[in-house]
């Protein structure tokens, strides 16, 4: 289970909190947040798509030669994504270079031996079943770089406002826990920060690892919110 994690950024709130823990926190607008609480909120969800990148990876005696023998090669690799069900707009190129190549030997001048052409596309497989199927379609086609492969969520929003609802939630339960072990009645919300940053799981593979086709396990990943919040006291 992956834990991807949207922490709070409170410019110095928090820090100032747990200096002066009987003080009140003044907010942005000049309020007072005489509670300030955290709150987390998660939902655990198996992504529904994934994104794999992969290339071919030629040398010549010359670039044109290079560059031709990599065209040719590609579109072999292209070929066989199509005909495993990748429609042509899910697939992007990313990357293509020509590079002149050299060998260096002692007290000598580096000396120019031939020319690397390289062209990587990146891959999105809407069907994520069929991820190790179609890497395996990838190496018997000819690929000679599999970069990584990424499991991502079609409906972030979505699945994070769920998270955000569980983590206000939270931040509500303690505070007023607070507020009863304190002998004083919680007020109204003055102060909600999130700072929202997701990096999506990335899985490092190699063209040997799918020598046949390799059973890929998606697992999930838990979405997680923490939010600051701070709330009056009610006079």
Known sequence: MRRIVFACAISGLIAAAFAAP?????TPSGRLANI??????SISVAPDYAEITAGVTTKAKTAKEAADANAKLMSAVIAALVDGGIAKKDIQT?????????TTQANTEPKLTGFSASNQVTVTIRQIDNVGEIADRLVSAGATNIGNL???HSDMSKLLDQARESAVADARRKAELYARASGVTL???VLINENSTYAPFAK????????AAAPIATGEDTLRVDITVGFDIAH
């Open 22 to 26: 009987a003080e009140a926190q003044q």
């Open 36 to 41: 300030v609480v955290a709150g987390e909120g």
């Open 94 to 102: 990313s990357q293509f270079s020509v590079q002149p190549v050299y």
């Open 150 to 152: 990424t499991f991502l």
């Open 187 to 189: 007020g109204r919300v």
């Open 204 to 211: 490092a593979v190699r063209s040997a690892a799918f020598a």
